[in-house]
Protein backbone atom coordinates (compact mmCIF):
# COMPACT_ATOMS: atom_id res chain seq x y z
CA UNK A 1 0.00 0.00 0.00
CA UNK A 2 0.93 3.48 -0.48
CA UNK A 3 0.33 5.99 1.88
CA UNK A 4 -1.82 8.49 0.55
CA UNK A 5 -0.68 12.07 0.16
CA UNK A 6 -2.00 14.96 -1.09
CA UNK A 7 -0.03 16.70 -4.04
CA UNK A 8 -2.47 19.41 -2.86
CA UNK A 9 -0.04 20.04 -0.21
CA UNK A 10 1.82 22.37 -2.41
CA UNK A 11 -0.92 24.77 -1.87
CA UNK A 12 -2.95 23.78 0.63
CA UNK A 13 -1.20 23.91 3.49
CA UNK A 14 -0.66 27.95 2.95
CA UNK A 15 -2.65 30.85 5.23
CA UNK A 16 -4.62 33.12 3.32
CA UNK A 17 -2.77 35.92 3.79
CA UNK A 18 0.52 34.79 2.84
CA UNK A 19 -1.10 32.65 -0.06
CA UNK A 20 -1.93 35.77 -1.49
CA UNK A 21 1.45 36.43 -2.66
CA UNK A 22 2.79 33.84 -5.46
CA UNK A 23 6.28 33.00 -4.86
CA UNK A 24 8.46 31.59 -8.00
CA UNK A 25 9.95 28.79 -7.53
CA UNK A 26 12.87 29.35 -9.42
CA UNK A 27 13.54 32.79 -8.17
CA UNK A 28 14.53 30.86 -5.39
CA UNK A 29 16.33 28.62 -6.43
CA UNK A 30 18.77 31.05 -8.66
CA UNK A 31 18.98 33.35 -5.17
CA UNK A 32 19.03 30.18 -2.30
CA UNK A 33 20.59 27.31 -4.34
CA UNK A 34 22.04 27.57 -7.76
CA UNK A 35 25.47 29.12 -5.79
CA UNK A 36 26.06 25.45 -4.59
CA UNK A 37 23.52 23.29 -7.15
CA UNK A 38 24.97 24.89 -10.09
CA UNK A 39 28.20 25.10 -9.27
CA UNK A 40 29.65 21.84 -10.59
CA UNK A 41 31.48 20.01 -7.35
CA UNK A 42 31.61 17.11 -6.97
CA UNK A 43 30.12 17.19 -3.34
CA UNK A 44 26.54 19.01 -4.71
CA UNK A 45 23.72 16.65 -6.14
CA UNK A 46 23.39 18.78 -9.73
CA UNK A 47 20.32 20.66 -10.69
CA UNK A 48 19.36 17.43 -12.64
CA UNK A 49 19.61 14.76 -9.90
CA UNK A 50 17.84 17.03 -7.59
CA UNK A 51 14.74 17.14 -10.54
CA UNK A 52 14.64 13.62 -10.22
CA UNK A 53 13.17 13.68 -6.28
CA UNK A 54 9.67 13.96 -5.06
CA UNK A 55 8.56 17.44 -4.18
CA UNK A 56 7.53 15.91 -0.96
CA UNK A 57 10.86 14.34 -0.64
CA UNK A 58 12.67 17.82 -1.26
CA UNK A 59 10.37 19.85 0.65
CA UNK A 60 11.52 16.95 3.76
CA UNK A 61 15.34 17.65 2.76
CA UNK A 62 14.52 21.42 3.35
CA UNK A 63 12.15 20.84 6.36
CA UNK A 64 14.03 18.55 8.50
CA UNK A 65 16.98 17.01 6.43
CA UNK A 66 20.41 18.15 4.92
CA UNK A 67 19.62 21.63 3.55
CA UNK A 68 17.77 22.47 7.12
CA UNK A 69 20.81 25.26 7.99
CA UNK A 70 20.14 26.91 4.53
CA UNK A 71 15.86 26.59 4.31
CA UNK A 72 15.90 27.57 8.19
CA UNK A 73 16.19 31.34 6.09
CA UNK A 74 13.20 30.46 3.94
CA UNK A 75 9.22 31.19 4.81
CA UNK A 76 7.30 28.11 4.19
CA UNK A 77 5.99 28.95 0.51
CA UNK A 78 9.61 29.37 -0.53
CA UNK A 79 10.18 26.32 0.39
CA UNK A 80 6.93 24.87 -1.09
CA UNK A 81 8.02 26.51 -4.47
CA UNK A 82 11.74 25.46 -5.05
CA UNK A 83 10.15 22.18 -4.16
CA UNK A 84 7.36 22.07 -6.76
CA UNK A 85 9.58 23.65 -9.47
CA UNK A 86 12.77 21.02 -8.87
CA UNK A 87 10.81 17.94 -7.86
CA UNK A 88 8.34 15.73 -9.84
CA UNK A 89 5.15 14.71 -8.02
CA UNK A 90 4.65 11.84 -5.96
CA UNK A 91 5.70 10.55 -2.70
CA UNK A 92 8.71 9.30 -0.71
CA UNK A 93 7.48 7.87 2.21
CA UNK A 94 6.78 4.34 1.15
CA UNK A 95 6.24 1.54 3.26
CA UNK A 96 7.41 -1.83 1.58
CA UNK A 97 4.87 -4.51 0.95
CA UNK A 98 7.25 -6.78 2.52
CA UNK A 99 6.93 -4.88 5.93
CA UNK A 100 3.50 -5.22 6.68
CA UNK A 101 2.16 -8.05 9.08
CA UNK A 102 -0.02 -10.76 7.67
CA UNK A 103 -2.55 -9.68 10.60
CA UNK A 104 -3.20 -5.53 10.10
CA UNK A 105 -5.99 -5.03 12.36
CA UNK A 106 -5.46 -2.82 14.95
CA UNK A 107 -8.09 -3.10 18.16
CA UNK A 108 -8.02 -0.90 21.03
CA UNK A 109 -9.89 -2.12 24.01
CA UNK A 110 -9.64 1.45 25.48
CA UNK A 111 -7.72 1.85 28.62
CA UNK A 112 -5.46 -0.97 29.42
CA UNK A 113 -2.84 -1.01 32.46
CA UNK A 114 0.24 -1.92 29.94
CA UNK A 115 0.44 1.56 28.00
CA UNK A 116 2.13 5.09 27.42
CA UNK A 117 -0.30 7.04 25.72
CA UNK A 118 1.28 10.32 24.75
CA UNK A 119 3.83 12.58 26.02
CA UNK A 120 3.56 10.81 29.22
CA UNK A 121 2.64 8.04 31.31
CA UNK A 122 0.00 10.21 33.07
CA UNK A 123 -1.35 13.85 32.26
CA UNK A 124 0.60 15.33 34.82
CA UNK A 125 3.79 14.75 33.12
CA UNK A 126 5.71 12.95 35.43
CA UNK A 127 7.17 10.34 33.26
CA UNK A 128 7.07 7.96 35.36
CA UNK A 129 5.73 4.22 34.25
CA UNK A 130 4.56 2.93 37.68
CA UNK A 131 5.59 -0.98 38.46
CA UNK A 132 3.16 -3.38 37.03
CA UNK A 133 2.68 -1.42 33.58
CA UNK A 134 6.67 -1.01 33.14
CA UNK A 135 7.07 -4.72 33.74
CA UNK A 136 11.01 -4.05 34.43
CA UNK A 137 12.65 -4.35 37.86
CA UNK A 138 16.27 -2.62 38.13
CA UNK A 139 17.94 -6.68 37.45
CA UNK A 140 16.08 -7.34 34.57
CA UNK A 141 16.46 -3.99 33.02
CA UNK A 142 20.68 -4.92 33.10
CA UNK A 143 19.17 -7.89 31.35
CA UNK A 144 17.95 -5.62 28.11
CA UNK A 145 18.89 -6.62 24.84
CA UNK A 146 17.72 -5.67 21.23
CA UNK A 147 14.52 -7.28 20.37
CA UNK A 148 13.93 -5.26 16.70
CA UNK A 149 15.01 -2.43 15.29
CA UNK A 150 12.71 -0.32 12.52
CA UNK A 151 14.31 1.94 9.59
CA UNK A 152 12.34 5.31 8.67
CA UNK A 153 13.62 5.59 4.76
CA UNK A 154 15.16 8.41 3.88
CA UNK A 155 15.06 10.11 7.47
CA UNK A 156 18.36 11.58 8.78
CA UNK A 157 16.85 12.48 12.45
CA UNK A 158 13.99 10.13 14.16
CA UNK A 159 12.34 12.66 16.61
CA UNK A 160 9.06 11.43 17.50
CA UNK A 161 8.43 9.69 20.64
CA UNK A 162 6.11 6.66 20.47
CA UNK A 163 2.41 5.67 21.92
CA UNK A 164 2.06 2.31 23.06
CA UNK A 165 -1.43 1.07 23.63
CA UNK A 166 -3.15 -2.74 23.41
CA UNK A 167 0.54 -4.26 21.78
CA UNK A 168 -0.03 -1.49 19.18
CA UNK A 169 2.95 1.37 18.45
CA UNK A 170 1.94 4.37 16.78
CA UNK A 171 4.87 6.89 15.95
CA UNK A 172 5.51 9.78 13.62
CA UNK A 173 8.76 10.35 12.01
CA UNK A 174 10.56 13.55 9.52
CA UNK A 175 9.12 12.28 5.83
CA UNK A 176 5.53 12.90 8.35
CA UNK A 177 4.89 9.23 7.64
CA UNK A 178 2.94 8.03 10.47
CA UNK A 179 2.82 4.65 11.20
CA UNK A 180 0.83 1.84 13.60
CA UNK A 181 3.13 -1.10 14.43
CA UNK A 182 2.85 -4.54 16.10
CA UNK A 183 4.76 -3.48 19.51
CA UNK A 184 6.11 -7.13 19.39
CA UNK A 185 7.68 -7.49 16.54
CA UNK A 186 7.90 -4.46 14.34
CA UNK A 187 6.01 -5.22 11.42
CA UNK A 188 3.53 -1.90 10.10
CA UNK A 189 -0.60 -2.84 10.15
CA UNK A 190 -1.07 0.91 8.58
CA UNK A 191 0.53 4.14 7.39
CA UNK A 192 -1.21 7.28 7.20
CA UNK A 193 1.01 10.30 5.40
CA UNK A 194 1.26 13.61 7.19
CA UNK A 195 2.00 16.84 5.45
CA UNK A 196 4.45 18.24 7.42
CA UNK A 197 7.26 16.02 9.86
CA UNK A 198 5.66 14.85 12.69
CA UNK A 199 7.48 15.04 15.87
CA UNK A 200 5.35 15.28 18.56
CA UNK A 201 4.30 11.72 20.60
CA UNK A 202 0.42 10.76 19.62
CA UNK A 203 -2.53 10.97 21.75
CA UNK A 204 -4.99 8.64 21.36
CA UNK A 205 -8.43 9.10 22.98
CA UNK A 206 -11.98 6.85 22.77
CA UNK A 207 -14.44 7.74 20.46
CA UNK A 208 -17.73 6.23 19.89
CA UNK A 209 -16.71 2.73 19.93
CA UNK A 210 -13.36 3.75 18.30
CA UNK A 211 -10.16 5.79 18.99
CA UNK A 212 -8.71 8.83 17.91
CA UNK A 213 -5.22 9.37 17.00
CA UNK A 214 -3.92 13.21 18.22
CA UNK A 215 -0.91 14.58 16.53
CA UNK A 216 0.59 18.03 15.26
CA UNK A 217 3.47 18.73 12.32
CA UNK A 218 6.07 20.81 12.34
CA UNK A 219 4.73 23.19 9.68
CA UNK A 220 1.14 23.32 11.45
CA UNK A 221 -1.21 20.95 11.21
CA UNK A 222 -2.81 19.28 13.67
CA UNK A 223 -5.04 16.26 12.46
CA UNK A 224 -7.08 13.60 14.33
CA UNK A 225 -6.76 9.80 12.59
CA UNK A 226 -8.92 6.69 13.35
CA UNK A 227 -6.45 4.55 15.37
CA UNK A 228 -8.37 1.42 14.06
CA UNK A 229 -7.57 2.06 10.19
CA UNK A 230 -5.25 5.18 9.71
CA UNK A 231 -8.38 7.33 8.30
CA UNK A 232 -8.14 10.64 8.77
CA UNK A 233 -11.05 11.76 10.69
CA UNK A 234 -9.84 16.21 10.54
CA UNK A 235 -7.17 17.97 10.19
CA UNK A 236 -6.92 21.78 10.93
CA UNK A 237 -4.41 24.12 11.22
CA UNK A 238 -3.68 25.10 14.76
CA UNK A 239 -2.77 28.74 14.10
CA UNK A 240 -2.77 30.80 10.50
CA UNK A 241 1.45 32.17 11.08
CA UNK A 242 2.88 30.64 7.87
CA UNK A 243 6.01 29.84 10.51
CA UNK A 244 3.70 27.79 13.41
CA UNK A 245 5.43 24.42 14.12
CA UNK A 246 3.41 22.00 16.13
CA UNK A 247 6.11 20.03 18.33
CA UNK A 248 4.40 18.40 21.34
CA UNK A 249 1.80 16.38 22.38
CA UNK A 250 -1.23 17.46 22.98
CA UNK A 251 -3.23 17.25 26.54
CA UNK A 252 -6.74 15.81 26.12
CA UNK A 253 -9.57 16.46 29.00
CA UNK A 254 -12.91 15.41 28.59
CA UNK A 255 -14.32 16.19 25.22
CA UNK A 256 -11.31 19.00 24.21
CA UNK A 257 -8.00 18.65 22.96
CA UNK A 258 -5.39 21.64 23.97
CA UNK A 259 -2.90 22.00 21.38
CA UNK A 260 0.37 24.13 22.03
CA UNK A 261 1.93 25.79 19.42
CA UNK A 262 5.10 27.17 18.68
CA UNK A 263 6.94 28.18 15.81
CA UNK A 264 10.44 28.58 13.39
CA UNK A 265 10.04 31.97 13.36
CA UNK A 266 12.85 32.55 15.33
CA UNK A 267 15.08 31.41 13.27
CA UNK A 268 14.33 33.18 10.04
CA UNK A 269 15.97 36.41 11.52
CA UNK A 270 19.26 35.07 9.87
CA UNK A 271 17.47 35.89 6.72
CA UNK A 272 18.68 39.48 6.35
CA UNK A 273 15.15 39.97 4.12
CA UNK A 274 13.35 39.01 6.61
CA UNK A 275 11.18 41.46 9.04
CA UNK A 276 11.82 39.75 12.52
CA UNK A 277 9.17 38.86 14.51
CA UNK A 278 5.21 38.39 14.23
CA UNK A 279 4.21 34.99 15.51
CA UNK A 280 2.98 34.57 19.16
CA UNK A 281 3.06 31.48 21.10
CA UNK A 282 -0.79 30.65 22.33
CA UNK A 283 -2.25 27.34 23.36
CA UNK A 284 -5.48 26.09 21.03
CA UNK A 285 -8.47 24.41 22.73
CA UNK A 286 -10.47 21.85 19.98
CA UNK A 287 -13.43 20.14 20.23
CA UNK A 288 -11.89 16.21 19.68
CA UNK A 289 -14.80 15.37 17.58
CA UNK A 290 -14.87 17.69 14.73
CA UNK A 291 -11.61 19.90 15.38
CA UNK A 292 -13.69 22.73 16.10
CA UNK A 293 -12.28 25.64 18.26
CA UNK A 294 -13.64 26.23 22.35
CA UNK A 295 -11.17 28.76 22.85
CA UNK A 296 -7.85 29.94 22.08
CA UNK A 297 -5.01 31.78 24.62
CA UNK A 298 -1.91 33.71 23.07
CA UNK A 299 0.84 34.33 25.00
CA UNK A 300 1.31 37.80 24.42
CA UNK A 301 -1.83 39.77 24.52
CA UNK A 302 -1.14 42.25 21.73
CA UNK A 303 -0.12 41.56 17.96
CA UNK A 304 2.89 42.61 16.77
CA UNK A 305 3.93 46.09 15.21
CA UNK A 306 6.24 47.43 12.61
CA UNK A 307 8.91 48.70 15.36
CA UNK A 308 11.69 50.02 13.14
CA UNK A 309 12.42 49.50 9.18
CA UNK A 310 13.62 46.01 9.70
CA UNK A 311 11.83 44.66 13.22
CA UNK A 312 8.30 44.05 14.12
CA UNK A 313 7.05 42.76 17.75
CA UNK A 314 6.34 41.46 20.32
CA UNK A 315 6.90 38.27 18.88
CA UNK A 316 8.20 34.66 20.97
CA UNK A 317 6.30 32.89 24.12
CA UNK A 318 6.33 29.74 21.87
CA UNK A 319 4.51 27.01 23.55
CA UNK A 320 6.77 23.71 22.90
CA UNK A 321 5.80 21.40 25.50
CA UNK A 322 2.57 19.39 26.62
CA UNK A 323 0.72 21.02 28.71
CA UNK A 324 -0.18 19.01 32.41
CA UNK A 325 -3.59 18.80 33.31
CA UNK A 326 -4.57 19.72 37.42
CA UNK A 327 -7.96 17.93 37.45
CA UNK A 328 -8.40 19.21 41.00
CA UNK A 329 -8.41 23.14 40.23
CA UNK A 330 -9.73 22.83 36.70
CA UNK A 331 -6.59 24.26 35.13
CA UNK A 332 -3.76 23.11 32.79
CA UNK A 333 -0.42 24.50 33.50
CA UNK A 334 1.58 25.70 30.18
CA UNK A 335 5.58 26.73 29.85
CA UNK A 336 6.78 29.19 27.13
CA UNK A 337 9.71 29.85 25.52
CA UNK A 338 11.52 33.89 24.94
CA UNK A 339 10.76 36.38 23.12
CA UNK A 340 11.76 36.80 19.50
CA UNK A 341 11.60 40.92 19.14
CA UNK A 342 11.29 43.92 21.29
CA UNK A 343 9.66 44.30 23.27
CA UNK A 344 9.94 41.77 26.29
CA UNK A 345 6.46 40.57 27.24
CA UNK A 346 5.17 39.45 30.73
CA UNK A 347 4.42 35.81 30.06
CA UNK A 348 7.85 34.63 28.31
CA UNK A 349 10.17 32.25 29.89
CA UNK A 350 7.30 31.47 32.22
CA UNK A 351 4.57 29.06 33.82
CA UNK A 352 0.94 29.73 33.22
CA UNK A 353 -2.42 28.28 34.58
CA UNK A 354 -5.21 28.58 32.44
CA UNK A 355 -8.52 27.68 33.54
CA UNK A 356 -9.91 24.85 31.21
CA UNK A 357 -13.02 25.44 30.52
CA UNK A 358 -12.60 29.34 29.13
CA UNK A 359 -8.48 29.33 28.23
CA UNK A 360 -8.12 32.07 30.86
CA UNK A 361 -4.96 32.81 32.39
CA UNK A 362 -5.17 32.34 36.06
CA UNK A 363 -1.81 32.94 37.17
CA UNK A 364 1.73 33.44 35.65
CA UNK A 365 5.06 33.11 37.28
CA UNK A 366 7.96 34.86 34.93
CA UNK A 367 11.72 32.92 36.07
CA UNK A 368 13.16 34.95 33.21
CA UNK A 369 12.07 38.68 32.34
CA UNK A 370 13.78 40.75 29.83
CA UNK A 371 14.84 37.44 27.26
CA UNK A 372 14.66 38.99 24.04
CA UNK A 373 16.55 36.28 21.55
CA UNK A 374 16.60 35.16 18.21
CA UNK A 375 19.08 33.14 16.14
CA UNK A 376 20.90 36.11 14.56
CA UNK A 377 21.87 36.93 18.19
CA UNK A 378 24.56 33.92 18.06
CA UNK A 379 26.20 35.27 15.50
CA UNK A 380 25.95 39.17 16.42
CA UNK A 381 26.15 38.57 20.17
CA UNK A 382 24.46 42.00 21.51
CA UNK A 383 21.12 40.65 22.48
CA UNK A 384 19.47 41.30 26.12
CA UNK A 385 18.03 37.60 26.56
CA UNK A 386 20.18 34.75 27.54
CA UNK A 387 17.25 32.18 25.38
CA UNK A 388 16.12 30.91 28.14
CA UNK A 389 13.27 29.17 27.23
CA UNK A 390 11.41 26.10 28.77
CA UNK A 391 11.23 23.57 26.56
CA UNK A 392 9.67 20.96 28.43
CA UNK A 393 6.31 20.41 30.23
CA UNK A 394 5.87 21.41 34.51
CA UNK A 395 5.60 18.34 36.50
CA UNK A 396 2.51 18.03 39.18
CA UNK A 397 3.36 15.99 41.95
CA UNK A 398 1.84 15.79 45.32
CA UNK A 399 4.28 15.75 48.39
CA UNK A 400 3.73 13.79 51.75
CA UNK A 401 1.78 16.20 53.50
CA UNK A 402 -0.83 16.32 50.85
CA UNK A 403 -0.03 19.48 49.34
CA UNK A 404 1.04 19.24 45.12
CA UNK A 405 3.87 20.96 44.11
CA UNK A 406 4.81 22.20 39.80
CA UNK A 407 8.12 21.23 38.86
CA UNK A 408 9.90 22.98 35.90
CA UNK A 409 12.82 22.48 34.45
CA UNK A 410 14.45 25.83 32.73
CA UNK A 411 17.07 26.01 29.34
CA UNK A 412 18.75 28.43 32.24
CA UNK A 413 20.11 25.28 34.15
CA UNK A 414 17.69 25.80 37.09
CA UNK A 415 15.14 23.42 38.27
CA UNK A 416 11.86 25.36 40.09
CA UNK A 417 9.55 24.05 42.51
CA UNK A 418 6.56 26.21 41.91
CA UNK A 419 3.40 26.25 44.77
CA UNK A 420 -0.04 25.88 42.69
CA UNK A 421 -1.76 27.64 45.30
CA UNK A 422 -0.43 30.69 45.90
CA UNK A 423 -0.13 31.41 41.95
CA UNK A 424 2.76 29.76 41.39
CA UNK A 425 5.25 31.30 44.32
CA UNK A 426 8.61 29.94 44.20
CA UNK A 427 9.27 26.94 46.67
CA UNK A 428 12.39 26.18 46.36
CA UNK A 429 14.57 26.82 43.26
CA UNK A 430 18.13 24.76 42.14
CA UNK A 431 20.82 24.97 39.98
CA UNK A 432 21.62 21.65 37.89
CA UNK A 433 23.56 23.02 34.59
CA UNK A 434 25.47 26.02 33.03
CA UNK A 435 22.23 27.24 30.99
CA UNK A 436 22.37 28.04 27.36
CA UNK A 437 20.91 28.46 24.11
CA UNK A 438 20.66 24.39 24.51
CA UNK A 439 21.64 24.49 28.06
CA UNK A 440 19.76 23.56 31.09
CA UNK A 441 17.34 21.27 31.29
CA UNK A 442 15.37 20.68 27.26
CA UNK A 443 13.05 18.12 26.63
CA UNK A 444 11.93 17.33 30.06
CA UNK A 445 12.28 16.07 33.46
CA UNK A 446 10.84 12.41 35.55
CA UNK A 447 9.70 12.59 38.86
CA UNK A 448 8.76 9.32 40.91
CA UNK A 449 6.85 11.00 43.22
CA UNK A 450 10.01 11.21 45.87
CA UNK A 451 12.78 12.52 43.64
CA UNK A 452 12.47 14.24 40.15
CA UNK A 453 15.34 13.63 37.57
CA UNK A 454 16.72 16.48 35.74
CA UNK A 455 19.05 16.05 32.84
CA UNK A 456 21.46 18.35 31.57
CA UNK A 457 21.98 19.54 28.41
CA UNK A 458 24.58 22.46 28.29
CA UNK A 459 25.63 21.06 24.52
CA UNK A 460 28.32 23.99 23.29
CA UNK A 461 29.15 24.49 19.87
CA UNK A 462 31.84 26.00 18.49
CA UNK A 463 32.17 27.95 14.38
CA UNK A 464 33.88 26.14 12.30
CA UNK A 465 37.31 27.39 10.92
CA UNK A 466 36.98 25.60 8.07
CA UNK A 467 36.89 27.94 4.71
CA UNK A 468 35.02 25.42 2.86
CA UNK A 469 32.15 26.95 1.03
CA UNK A 470 30.32 23.73 0.72
CA UNK A 471 30.53 23.08 4.14
CA UNK A 472 27.04 22.53 5.30
CA UNK A 473 27.88 22.56 9.35
CA UNK A 474 29.16 25.53 9.90
CA UNK A 475 29.10 24.43 13.53
CA UNK A 476 31.17 22.00 15.58
CA UNK A 477 30.01 20.04 18.79
CA UNK A 478 32.28 20.30 21.69
CA UNK A 479 32.76 16.15 22.83
CA UNK A 480 34.02 17.76 26.52
CA UNK A 481 31.56 19.69 27.51
CA UNK A 482 27.51 19.41 29.05
CA UNK A 483 26.05 16.08 30.42
CA UNK A 484 24.64 14.93 33.81
CA UNK A 485 22.09 13.77 35.87
CA UNK A 486 20.82 15.06 39.11
CA UNK A 487 18.44 13.75 41.21
CA UNK A 488 16.32 16.37 43.68
CA UNK A 489 14.36 15.82 46.82
CA UNK A 490 10.83 17.27 45.44
CA UNK A 491 10.30 18.29 48.83
CA UNK A 492 13.56 20.55 49.59
CA UNK A 493 14.65 20.44 46.36
CA UNK A 494 18.25 19.36 47.58
CA UNK A 495 20.45 17.63 45.57
CA UNK A 496 19.98 13.46 46.60
CA UNK A 497 23.04 12.51 43.90
CA UNK A 498 25.04 13.28 41.14
CA UNK A 499 26.03 11.37 38.02
CA UNK A 500 28.04 13.04 36.23
CA UNK A 501 28.57 12.62 32.36
CA UNK A 502 30.66 10.08 30.37
CA UNK A 503 32.90 11.91 28.44
CA UNK A 504 32.93 10.96 24.33
CA UNK A 505 36.13 8.28 24.00
CA UNK A 506 38.59 9.42 21.10
CA UNK A 507 37.01 7.13 18.64
CA UNK A 508 33.52 8.71 18.97
CA UNK A 509 31.97 10.18 15.69
CA UNK A 510 32.10 13.91 14.83
CA UNK A 511 29.07 15.42 16.09
CA UNK A 512 30.00 13.28 19.65
CA UNK A 513 28.68 15.41 23.30
CA UNK A 514 28.19 13.95 26.54
CA UNK A 515 25.41 16.24 26.71
CA UNK A 516 21.99 14.67 28.00
CA UNK A 517 19.14 17.16 26.18
CA UNK A 518 16.74 13.67 26.22
CA UNK A 519 13.49 14.08 28.08
CA UNK A 520 14.19 11.46 31.33
CA UNK A 521 11.90 8.67 31.97
CA UNK A 522 11.31 6.62 35.03
CA UNK A 523 10.54 3.45 36.37
CA UNK A 524 10.97 2.24 40.06
CA UNK A 525 14.36 2.16 41.05
CA UNK A 526 15.56 3.08 37.15
CA UNK A 527 15.97 6.06 35.52
CA UNK A 528 16.58 6.32 31.56
CA UNK A 529 18.43 9.38 30.01
CA UNK A 530 19.66 9.59 26.32
CA UNK A 531 23.11 11.18 25.71
CA UNK A 532 24.19 13.02 22.01
CA UNK A 533 26.65 10.31 22.10
CA UNK A 534 24.17 8.15 21.25
CA UNK A 535 24.08 6.19 24.37
CA UNK A 536 20.88 5.19 26.46
CA UNK A 537 21.79 4.51 30.29
CA UNK A 538 19.58 3.27 32.88
CA UNK A 539 20.52 4.53 36.24
CA UNK A 540 20.23 3.26 39.55
CA UNK A 541 17.48 5.99 40.98
CA UNK A 542 18.50 5.20 44.28
CA UNK A 543 22.24 6.42 43.90
CA UNK A 544 22.74 7.01 40.06
CA UNK A 545 24.91 4.41 39.61
CA UNK A 546 24.68 3.14 35.66
CA UNK A 547 22.89 -0.33 35.82
CA UNK A 548 22.64 -0.43 31.68
CA UNK A 549 24.31 1.26 28.99
CA UNK A 550 23.38 0.57 25.35
CA UNK A 551 25.13 2.55 22.48
CA UNK A 552 22.50 2.97 19.43
CA UNK A 553 25.61 4.48 17.31
CA UNK A 554 25.48 1.65 14.58
CA UNK A 555 23.96 0.15 11.97
CA UNK A 556 20.82 -2.23 12.26
CA UNK A 557 19.11 -5.53 10.69
CA UNK A 558 16.00 -3.99 10.23
CA UNK A 559 12.33 -5.91 10.72
CA UNK A 560 11.50 -3.25 7.28
CA UNK A 561 14.60 -3.69 5.11
CA UNK A 562 15.34 -0.41 5.44
CA UNK A 563 19.13 0.62 5.91
CA UNK A 564 19.55 2.42 9.26
CA UNK A 565 21.72 3.85 12.00
CA UNK A 566 21.36 4.80 15.28
CA UNK A 567 22.79 8.51 16.63
CA UNK A 568 22.46 11.17 18.84
CA UNK A 569 19.60 11.00 21.41
CA UNK A 570 17.81 14.05 21.82
CA UNK A 571 14.31 15.43 21.86
CA UNK A 572 11.52 12.53 22.91
CA UNK A 573 12.68 9.66 25.93
CA UNK A 574 12.46 6.38 26.30
CA UNK A 575 9.34 4.55 26.39
CA UNK A 576 8.81 1.42 29.02
CA UNK A 577 5.55 -0.49 28.70
CA UNK A 578 5.16 -4.26 29.44
CA UNK A 579 8.71 -5.30 30.07
CA UNK A 580 9.89 -3.91 26.67
CA UNK A 581 11.73 -0.24 26.47
CA UNK A 582 11.25 1.82 22.81
CA UNK A 583 13.62 4.27 21.91
CA UNK A 584 14.22 6.26 18.77
CA UNK A 585 17.62 7.41 17.76
CA UNK A 586 19.03 9.69 15.06
CA UNK A 587 19.53 13.60 15.63
CA UNK A 588 21.16 15.35 12.58
CA UNK A 589 20.47 18.93 13.81
CA UNK A 590 22.80 21.10 15.71
CA UNK A 591 25.91 19.72 14.38
CA UNK A 592 24.92 15.87 16.30
CA UNK A 593 24.68 12.60 14.94
CA UNK A 594 22.56 11.37 12.69
CA UNK A 595 20.04 8.23 12.45
CA UNK A 596 16.81 6.88 11.91
CA UNK A 597 16.18 4.41 13.69
CA UNK A 598 13.48 3.07 16.27
CA UNK A 599 14.50 0.46 18.80
CA UNK A 600 12.82 -2.17 20.72
CA UNK A 601 14.46 -4.15 23.96
CA UNK A 602 12.94 -6.50 25.50
CA UNK A 603 14.46 -9.14 28.52
CA UNK A 604 17.30 -10.87 26.88
CA UNK A 605 16.24 -9.79 23.90
CA UNK A 606 12.86 -12.57 24.06
C1 LIG B 1 25.99 25.86 0.68
C2 LIG B 1 25.73 25.03 -0.49
C3 LIG B 1 24.31 24.61 -0.73
C4 LIG B 1 23.19 25.41 -0.85
C5 LIG B 1 23.10 26.93 -0.75
C6 LIG B 1 22.09 24.52 -1.11
N1 LIG B 1 22.53 23.23 -1.14
FE1 LIG B 1 21.35 21.57 -1.34
N2 LIG B 1 22.98 20.36 -1.03
C7 LIG B 1 24.27 20.80 -0.88
C8 LIG B 1 25.13 19.64 -0.68
C9 LIG B 1 26.64 19.69 -0.47
C10 LIG B 1 24.29 18.50 -0.67
C11 LIG B 1 24.69 17.04 -0.44
C12 LIG B 1 24.54 16.78 1.03
C13 LIG B 1 24.98 15.39 1.41
O1 LIG B 1 24.64 14.44 0.71
O2 LIG B 1 25.63 15.31 2.44
C14 LIG B 1 22.95 18.99 -0.90
C15 LIG B 1 21.84 18.17 -0.94
C16 LIG B 1 20.57 18.61 -1.29
C17 LIG B 1 19.44 17.74 -1.44
C18 LIG B 1 19.39 16.24 -1.15
C19 LIG B 1 19.63 15.46 -2.38
C20 LIG B 1 19.40 13.98 -2.09
O3 LIG B 1 20.10 13.17 -2.71
O4 LIG B 1 18.55 13.62 -1.28
C21 LIG B 1 18.38 18.53 -1.80
C22 LIG B 1 16.97 18.09 -2.08
C23 LIG B 1 18.88 19.89 -1.86
N3 LIG B 1 20.21 19.89 -1.54
C24 LIG B 1 18.10 21.00 -2.19
C25 LIG B 1 18.53 22.30 -2.06
C26 LIG B 1 17.68 23.44 -2.29
C27 LIG B 1 16.23 23.36 -2.74
C28 LIG B 1 18.42 24.55 -2.02
C29 LIG B 1 17.99 25.98 -2.06
C30 LIG B 1 16.84 26.32 -1.25
C31 LIG B 1 19.74 24.10 -1.64
N4 LIG B 1 19.77 22.73 -1.67
C32 LIG B 1 20.80 24.95 -1.28
C33 LIG B 1 24.70 22.12 -0.90
C34 LIG B 1 23.87 23.23 -0.93
Known amino acids: MRAAIALSFALGILAPAVAAAQVSGEAVYQQRCAVCHDSGNSRVPPRGELKKL ?155 DKHALLFGDTVGWFYSVEAETGHLLWKKRAEPHEATRLTAAPLVYQDTVFIPVASWEETRSTNPDYACCTFRGSVVALRIKDGSEVWKTYMIAEKAKKTSEHEWGPSGAAVWATPTLDNKRGVIYVTTGDNYSDVATPLSDAVLALEVSTGKIIWSKQTTPGDVWNTLCSTKGDCPGPDYDYGSSAILEKLNDGRDVLLAGQKSGIVYALDPDHKGAILWQTRVGLGGTLGGVEWGMASDGRQVYAATSDLVRTQSTSADPLNLNPQIVDPKIGGGLTALRIATGEKVWFAPPILCGPTAKPGCSPAQPQAVTAIPGVVFSGSIDGHLRAYSAEDGKVLWDFDTVREYQTVNGVRATGGSLNGPGAVVVGGMLYVNSGYARQGTIPGNVLLAFSIDGK
Open 54 to 208: SVSRILRVLDFGEMQNVASKLRQDEREAVASYLGVPGDSGEVHAKAYCADRTVTLTGHSKTEWNGWSSKPTNTRFQPGDAAGLTPSQVQRLKLKWAYGFDGDIIAFAQPTILNGHLFVGSASGLVQALNAESGCVQWAFQAIGPVRSAILAVALG
